[in-house]
């Protein structure tokens, strides 16, 4: 199967609901994945990719077949998220409680995986913006040009944001005693 | 290599997403500085929970979900949609019906309906036409109907008296058109007569047949039931 996905988005337009099923299939995991790096809960995850998927579905016309399709399509997603971490932010907090209850320390779980769920909780606790690019970088593997085409911001702006995230990662895991040692106290670049 | 390199050159390689570990000058650096080796470490450990987090996947029926739900969107449009289109179709009527009612007065000209006028109760509402109605000449003053001015007012009322605030009787008729044509002052009846007997399976009688005889038959024609 080709990477190119405008054979497949054209059987879409002309309403193939095979071809539907098979651009859903082709990014679910992706979109399903980013989803959870940004909202923490699979139920969320699985609601804001359903709503990215059938968003991009009903305004398949409107993409710009010179571009990517895939960084349109997490920009579709990040909105999403966006809009669900702000209606969550209106309601009594429960996600991210849960989210803090996945690491007990007293139990002596496997080092491994307790460093992934660290690893997870402080994603969870980044800027959202920061977060957002964070992850379309390492994740989903997102050039620094993708990332600024699907946020809609400067590539300057999307370097800060992925290397502040980095740095915060790096702070909040400190701080939980996840990783040793202290930082420079150089200027980072 | 100076600390500050070290940092620079890490982050290069992350930029990249190398391990750090992998480039020798990093190695060579965090070999000779316990700081920066605390620095590495830390973020070699940072590279090994993100390769560790969990890769959830949607459940299998996601695909199916998704299609069925635009499905759905294509063949129900959203029941706002239709409300907010019958809303404004009602607020249109209204708007429609009772906008004569609301525009502004222009005491310049004068009533246009004797009968709201002689009540005194709703004075009728003028607005100020844009342009020269169809089929009224325009110029001079005198050809205008009863009512307007020279720059082509019309009085405008509430629907409600509508036909008898226009008083079409008054405008002066016209003679001639252009092109020396004569209008038709005949009654309907009588025109569509005429235009009957030019066309040759509706001529009834001779040729010689004055307008009066036309117009005679007509009348009889129209008192018969079997006409």
């Given at each position: ?10 059987r879409?337009l ?45 305004s ?43 690491v ?19 994603l ?46 790096m ?5 939980r ?12 670049v | ?32 500085c316990?700081?920066c ?19 959830p996947v ?65 004075p009728?509402?003028v ?30 009322v ?18 001639t ?18 235009i009957?007997?030019?066309i040759p ?27």
């Amino acid at each position: 199967m080709s990477n190119d996905p405008r054979d497949l988005i054209n059987r879409c337009l002309a309403g193939d609901e095979a071809a539907m099923i098979d651009l859903v299939e082709r990014y679910r995991d992706r979109v399903f994945r980013f989803c959870y790096r940004m909202l923490g809960q699979r139920q969320d995850a699985e609601d804001a990719a359903q709503e990215t998927f059938v968003r991009v579905l009903r305004s398949l016309v409107t993409w710009d077949g010179r571009r990517d399709f895939e960084p349109w399509l997490l920009a579709i997603a990040g909105n999403r998220c966006r809009s669900l971490l702000a209606a969550r932010k209106r309601r009594p907090a429960t996600g991210l409680v849960a989210a803090e209850q996945l690491v007990d320390r007293s139990l002596d779980w496997h080092a491994m995986q307790t460093l992934a769920e660290e690893v997870q909780l402080a994603l969870l606790r980044l800027r959202p913006e920061y977060r957002e690019a964070f992850v379309l970088f390492h994740e989903n593997q997102l050039s620094y040009d993708q990332i600024a085409a699907a946020i809609q911001r400067p590539l300057g702006t999307v370097k800060t944001r992925i290397h502040k995230a980095r740095q915060q990662l790096m702070a909040q895991l400190r701080r939980r005693g996840v990783v040793g040692g202290r930082r420079h106290a150089v200027r980072a670049v | 290599m100076r600390c500050e390199q070290f940092e620079q050159r890490l982050q290069r390689c992350l930029d990249r997403r190398e391990r750090p570990s992998d480039d020798p000058a990093i190695r060579r650096h965090a070999g000779v500085c316990p700081r920066c080796r605390g620095t590495l470490a830390a973020y070699n450990r940072l590279a090994d929970g993100l390769d560790l987090l969990e890769l959830p996947v949607p459940d299998e029926t996601f695909s199916q979900r998704v299609v069925r739900q635009v499905r759905v969107d294509r063949r129900s449009p959203a029941v706002g949609r239709r409300l907010a289109g019958a809303i404004l179709a009602i607020a249109a009527c209204l708007l429609l019906a009772w906008l004569p009612q609301f525009a502004g007065r222009d005491d310049t000209v004068p009533s246009a309906s004797p009968r709201v006028a002689a009540t005194g109760t709703a004075p009728p509402v003028v607005a100020r036409m844009t342009s020269v109605p169809h089929g009224v000449q325009s110029g001079p003053a005198a050809t205008a109907p009863t009512g307007m001015t020279a720059d082509a007012k019309i009085g405008l009322v509430p629907w409600t008296i509508w036909p008898t605030s226009l008083s079409f009787g008054a405008w002066n008729p016209i003679d001639t058109l252009a092109g020396g044509l004569t209008p038709i002052t005949s009654p309907l009846g009588v025109a569509v007569e005429e235009i009957r007997r030019t066309i040759p399976l509706g001529r009834v009688e001779p040729p010689s047949a004055s307008r009066g005889d036309s117009v005679r038959r007509s009348a009889s024609r129209d008192a018969s039931p079997l006409a």
